[in-house]
């Protein structure tokens, strides 16, 4: 059996390099081909697409996925759903995220891939159970950091634990793109060792050594491994999926993809990517490796927004002290991976310690909802002098933090009854209300116009 590769240039390759703006015309203009090429799936939707979709695109996130099924009659297509976060910045009520698994799989999701940023699995829970009993498959995602805690040990027995929950395959999701080549062989190979789950690994470009850690991970019996097609690969994105289908053709690895179907893609997805190099949105930093992710353990994303909150302080001369500062805070925290809503506060933090001079001095909400235990529970111990420091003697919460959100869903529906024209629309508004709202109602007012237009017609 060869290596299976899943596609990511329709979400994670876009959202990479240029902020998730690709259009649903421009997602499905190389669908044709790349339904025709043999992957084992195309991700396609979840992470910040849907957020992209109604802030800056006004599109239906829920149409975009509607049509895209609509093309892809041989490939499943794939989402990221952020456990309890679903696809927004905060935890829901269970009845929400059930409802939410429900309808994406409704609208056309076969796998679903489930992560916690802190890797605690009550965040995951109901998700997976949702992807079950909705038939959907359920993959659920190992953050990977490095850390004193996170040892290969560490994610071994993390994958047991999802194994009982009823994964039905599991990711290694290495959103920095730090994971070393001999790290990915120990880690698959131990992984391999000690679960019956197909293995598959995510990766990212960003420090120069992801191809090499791919490679490493194919020997160690990965399944199925994360590419891009070369438009929308390399940089801050993933390892190129041309590019590995020469290099394993004729192997025992061979992913045997229809090399004619990818190069019309690819033909397509050029003119895609010239459009945004053309308007300013792909900044071509985005395509430069960057090892110092490799020393600072800080992912390329979190390296520029670090960059921006400095220079609209004008304090880029305090950048190498600020690099420097994130290990220690993240530490002091307990050591929680640099992913999303993590890696934005963790950076954060350490930018206000550098620039008023006194650590801890002016702390963000949420840094403050995280040492509550809001979030989950930290992958290591935090320092308790730090936690006295910002929560003093607050309560810290030890169940898991959905089990105290009353059901959201039915009081939606009710709020916007007027405005929704479905379950989705209600999901929307429970995301992103305020977006949801405007989103909604410039909607409604355009349908408006066409009916107007075709009645006078």
Known sequence: M??????????DGHQSLFATRMTTEEVCCA??????????????????????????????PWERLRMIKKKCKNTKLQMLFRGQNILGYKHYADDV???????????????????????????????????????GHCQIALSYTTSPVHTVDYYVNLAKEVEK??????????????????????????????????IELHGHCTGGIAEMAYKR??????????????????????????????????????????????????????????????????????LIKNPNILKYQVPGGMLSNLMNQLKQQNAMDKYEEVLNEVPRVRKELG????????????????????????????????????????????????????RKKIIGDDEVITYRPADKIE????????KYKDLVKSEED????????????????????KDEIIEVNLYIG
């Open 217 to 286: 991970a194919i020997e160690a019996g990965v399944d199925i491994i994360d590419c891009a097609l070369s438009p929308l690969s390399g940089g801050t994105s993933q390892p190129c999926t041309e590019s590995f289908q020469y290099a394993l053709q004729g192997t025992k690895y061979d992913p045997k993809l229809n090399v004619e179907m990818l190069n019309k893609a690819a033909e397509k997805l050029t003119k895609v990517k010239d459009k945004y190099l053309a308007n300013g949105l792909l900044n071509p930093k985005a």
């Open 31 to 60: 669908l044709e081909e790349l339904d025709k090429a043999g992957y084992y799936a195309l991700e396609v939707w979840g992470g910040a697409t849907f957020d992209a979709c109604i802030s800056f695109l006004n599109e239906d």
């Open 165 to 198: 929950m009823g994964a039905d395959s599991l990711c290694i999701k290495d959103m920095a793109g730090v994971i070393l080549p001999e790290d990915a062989y120990e880690l698959v190979s131990k992984l391999k060792a000690s679960t019956r789950l197909p």
């Open 2 to 11: 060869g290596v299976k590769i899943v596609e990511t240039a329709l979400r």
């Open 335 to 386: 050591y929680p991976p640099l992913v999303t809503p993590l890696s934005q506060m963790v950076g954060t933090q350490a930018v206000m310690n550098v620039i008023s001079g006194e650590r801890y001095k002016m702390v963000p909400k949420e840094i403050k909802e995280y040492l509550h235990g809001f979030y989950g529970k930290s992958p290591a111990p935090v320092d308790e002098n730090i």
């Open 426 to 445: 209600v999901l929307t508004c429970a995301l992103f209300e305020a977006k949801a709202v405007k989103f909604l109602t410039q909607r409604d007012q």
């Open 407 to 414: 059901p959201q869903f039915l009081a939606l529906k009710e």
């Open 97 to 135: 995220v059930e409802k939410f698994v429900q309808k994406s799989i409704e609208n056309g999701i076969d796998i679903i891939r489930v992560f916690d940023a802190l890797n605690d699995i009550r965040n995951l829970k109901s998700a997976v159970d949702a992807t079950k009993k909705y038939h």
